[in-house]
């Protein structure tokens, strides 16, 4: 492959539903529990909506717009839509084909099951007309469009029936649109608490007491997904709050993107969804079965532990449960020595929730700066912020608004913090905040120290608990310094900071990355770069490491998500080697390491929150960290050893692009067990229990 081809790339959307691909491919290893493969299929209906509000509605205002400029892939915008477009085709056929030949059958074997109104006892459609006569009849609308009423908006993601109805008399028909309530569950467990039957499938087999003297002559479920992207113009900070609430409302408006009906539905009425939502039939999905498998997460939900995944109590950090039993804070851990937490393996709660805890209640805390990403609508972490700020601690906190789905919660904790008399700012111009950072000043008894946490992942209670990330607490001046030198170009104005230790975006990142690129590709067959990353999607970036490969460096790179770099081909990638691991946690750290980076052979070892995509090295303000302690070095290099262990269950890219499930069939002993397993014991062997 030529060096200077576009089909040195993979196409960066053609990458993502590869990725999906995969997660979709987890509901069918028979060493993944039977609930937990219904999950799965959860989470790809989940990511395929998002793809769709997101990155085709993209496309398609690229094609209105007449873009025709090739991308770094070669591929046209439209050509690119094209191929989207078939291979949604080809795997929402494979879901289809998954659930309902295999994950379904089995769950039935297992006393578990989705029925059909058929499928139900008459006790259970007694039970299923009591619960529609007194809880879904008296919620449902219907709305009849005629010269009188014009065709009903339909939300974003909502599910509806599309009825035809007959004036048995004039003969003349009508359409009409009922949406299903979102009230209550989407799927209505009957008596024995583990066979369900679809709230849509109660609605139209009564739908007829909807319109009392009318013949209904038709009547499908559809789904209708909208462009849910916002559009924001730079704004300064007292705007930025009133134009993020302003788009959120405008958003419920986007244009339609997606049609999804029943694989019956009648030509009639598909045409009549199309031409009122102003969509093509290239828009349509045709499913067969349940529509929307995102309701699968109510029947992982089943006591059924002996379906699920064993259970992995979080251990406390040896350090600090020492300083628990001997009523010690935090803050005197940190101060012996910088401490290293691996999440969900190591408790966030009792480490990151906990720093900040205490932090909010010492008497000798002076001060607390914050980033803020993503977050729960019931933070902890947010509520300690706001105690803090109560009891007359300064906190600043720079809320990121416009975090992608999550901008109404950012905009419910800026007015609280806001109300209890936090600093609230809202980033940079232009830019988006994307670091994970917290500052603590402290008046110690020896004078005054900043001690700072610096992640890979968010300050998010609930995704800390599924979400693979590392947390770095420290006091080291170099690296306290320069978070305070963040923070005040964050919250203040400033041009050119310089930095000690901290590698930060857009102005550092990109430029030292490349440098130790080069490095390592100048040590040949010495030189080795070992990365891991939710996406590697940077062109430049990713001709770096070709580079790099071509002068004999090994390159090891363990990418969850996009990668629109080839690994292994002849001339170009030889020396690298991608993989991509899935399990029961999502892997969301991201790590650096450079055999060479410290020079005379030291390696250099990163973590931070910034992915090798364009948007993180150049639109964004991200944080890398180096990690100099022999035993954080060693924790990482072990992570990274397990997540590429040839033995191991995986995925690995090939060099015509295509991904091969690599490892034990029986998806054991998975890397995510083995960092438990080892996590466990680091702590254990000092004594300490998991708690």
């Given amino acids: 492959m030529d060096a200077g081809s576009p089909d040195r790339f993979v196409n960066r959307e053609l990458s993502w539903l590869d990725f999906n691909e995969r997660v979709l491919s987890m509901a069918t290893e028979p060493g993944v529990p039977l609930l937990e493969r219904a999950k799965f299929l959860a989470i790809f209906s989940s990511n395929l909506d998002e793809f769709f509000q997101v990155r085709v509605a993209a496309m398609r205002d690229q094609q209105a717009a007449g ?181 959120l409302r405008r958003r419920r408006f986007g244009r339609a993107v997606r049609l999804e009906v029943e694989e019956n539905a009648s030509p009639a009425m598909v045409d009549l969804l199309l031409d009122e939502l102003e969509l093509h039939r290239d828009d349509v999905t045709w499913v067969r079965g349940p529509l929307d498998l995102t309701c699968l997460w109510q029947v992982h939900a089943l006591d059924r532990p002996e379906l699920k995944d064993d259970q992995w109590v979080p251990v406390t950090a040896g350090r600090l449960a020492a300083a628990e039993a001997d009523e010690r804070s935090i803050f005197s851990v940190v101060r ?45 972490i947010a509520r300690h912020l706001i105690r803090a700020a109560e009891r007359g601690v300064q906190v600043a906190v720079l809320v990121e608004l416009k975090a992608r789905f999550d901008e109404a919660v950012n905009v419910t904790w800026a007015k609280a913090f806001e109300r209890a008399g936090v600093h609230v700012v809202y980033g940079l111009v232009g830019l988006k905040t994307h670091a994970k950072c917290v500052m603590v000043v402290r008046e110690d008894l020896d004078g005054l120290r900043r001690y700072v946490h610096l992640g890979t992942g968010n300050y998010n209670s609930r995704t800390s608990r599924l979400y693979e990330d590392f947390g770095y607490i420290t006091c080291e001046p170099d690296i306290t310094s320069d978070a305070a030198q963040l923070f005040n170009h964050l919250t203040g104005y400033s041009r050119d900071v310089k930095y000690r230790r901290l590698v930060v975006a857009p102005e550092d990142l990109r430029p030292r990355l490349v440098d130790l690129i080069r490095r390592e590709g100048e040590m040949g067959d010495r030189g080795h770069i070992t990365l891991k990353a939710n996406s590697v999607a940077d062109p430049g970036i990713i001709d770096e490491l070709y580079a790099a490969s071509q002068k004999g460096a090994r390159i090891d790179l363990v990418v969850r998500g996009i990668c629109c770099l080839r690994a292994g081909v002849p001339g170009l990638s030889e020396n690298i080697r991608v993989r991509s691991v899935l399990g029961r946690y999502l892997e969301h750290s991201r790590i650096y390491r450079f055999a060479n980076g410290q020079g005379d052979g030291l390696p250099l070892h990163l973590i931070g929150s910034a992915d090798l995509m364009g948007r993180n090295l150049d639109g964004r303000v991200e944080v890398l960290t180096p990690l100099t302690n022999p035993r954080h070095q060693e924790w990482l290099d072990h992570t990274l050893a397990v997540l590429l262990d040839p033995q191991a269950p995986a995925f690995d890219l090939q060099p015509d692009g295509s991904w091969k499930r690599v490892g034990p069939a029986d998806f054991e002993p998975h890397p995510q067990r083995r960092m438990y397993e080892w996590a466990s014991h680091q702590q254990t062997r000092r004594g300490r229990r998991p708690v």
């Avoid at 005629?146 to 909502?158: E, G, K, T």
């Avoid at 608490?193 to 009564?206: A, L, S």
């Avoid at 709660?349 to 729960?376: C, G, H, N, W």
């Fill in 336 to 380: 012996e020595r910088a401490l290293l937490v691996h999440h969900p393996y190591e408790s966030f709660a009792s480490s990151v929730e906990e720093f900040l805890s205490q932090a909010a209640d010492d008497p000798r805390v002076q001060s607390i700066k914050m980033t803020l990403y993503r977050t729960s609508g019931d933070s902890p």
């Fill in 67 to 247: 873009v025709s400029a090739p991308l770094p892939d070669g591929l046209t915008p439209s050509r690119q839509l094209d191929r989207v477009v078939l291979r949604v085709a080809e795997l929402a056929a494979r879901q289809q084909t998954i659930f309902l030949d295999h994950v379904e059958p089995a769950l039935r074997s297992h006393g578990i099951a989705l029925c059909s109104w058929a499928d139900l006892t008459e006790s259970e459609r007694a039970f299923a007309r009591d619960y529609y006569d007194e809880r879904i009849f008296p919620v449902l609308t219907p709305l009849a469009v005629d010269p009188a009423h014009p065709f009903p908006y339909v939300s974003n993601l909502a599910l509806s029936l599309a009825v035809m109805v007959r004036d048995p008399k004039t003969g003349d028909e009508r359409f009409a649109r009922v949406k299903v309530p979102t009230v209550f569950p989407r799927l209505l467990a009957l008596p024995s608490g583990e066979r369900f039957v679809p709230v849509d499938v109660i609605i139209e087999t009564h739908i007829g007491s909807l319109f009392p003297g009318m013949e209904v002559a038709d009547a499908v479920a559809f789904r209708v997904t909208r462009n849910t992207d916002l559009t924001l113009e730079d704004e300064d900070a007292d705007d930025l709050l009133t134009a993020v609430e302003t788009e």
